[in-house]
């Protein structure tokens, strides 16, 4: 019995990690705004990759939480 529950549950959460996971994908596949709707896959390529490119460097940017010194 325990082991059906165990399996059963399993199921469950993996149900709700690929319905999250489905929604989170799906907002990343929206057109960027102001692109050109009839633009070459090229120029798609770039903007895609310049829209990676100032992900990656306003994450850098933004500073790193520093973990608070503890006593020893």
Do not use: H, N, W
């Amino acid at each position: 019995m325990r082991a059906i529950f165990g399996i059963v549950s399993l199921l469950i959460v993996l149900a709700i990690v690929g319905v999250l996971a489905k929604k989170q994908l799906g907002g990343t596949t929206s057109v960027a705004p102001g692109a050109a709707p009839a633009a070459s896959p090229q120029q798609q390529s770039q903007q895609i990759q310049q829209q990676i490119q100032q992900t990656v460097e306003g994450t850098l940017q933004q500073a790193r939480p520093m973990p608070e010194d503890a006593p020893k």
